[in-house]
């Protein structure tokens, strides 16, 4: 079992930079696959990043070169630093793991975090 804790969110002005963290507890997180989701008013959930236990990272195009997602595997986190603010960034964001890439791609990761707001004003 894997228990998942976000921190960071808050309201910052376009063009500015955020950074989310994520607490994890369990043994299994050295094997794991971490991410980050996002949910907008009316859009679609939105996978914005994943890494691997070894510290492969994928982004979604929309935050490419943008976003950087890290891990300690350690200290049982997972980093979300985001640059570059825009209107379009303000969501929910969940942090969110599995054992399995594919669980975390289709959105039916077993472990979830509460989410923490993002907001970008203009």
């Known amino acids: 079992q894997v228990q998942l804790v976000e921190s960071g969110g808050g309201l910052v002005q376009a063009g500015g930079s955020l950074r989310l963290s994520c607490a994890a507890s369990g043994s299994i997180f050295r094997v794991i696959v971490m991410g980050w989701y996002r949910r907008a008013p009316g859009k679609q959930r939105e996978l914005v990043a994943s890494?691997?236990?070894?510290?492969?990272?994928n982004y979604a195009d929309s935050v490419k070169g943008r976003f950087t997602i890290s891990r300690d595997n350690a200290k049982k986190t997972v980093d979300l630093q985001m640059n570059s603010l825009n209107s379009e960034d303000t969501a929910v964001y969940y942090c969110?793991?599995?054992?399995?890439?594919?669980?975390?791609?289709?959105?039916?990761?077993?472990?979830w975090g509460q989410g923490t707001q993002v907001t970008v004003s203009s």
């Open positions: 890494i691997t236990p070894g510290g492969s990272t």
């Open positions: 969110v793991a599995d054992p399995l890439m594919q669980a975390v791609v289709g959105g039916t990761a077993d472990y």
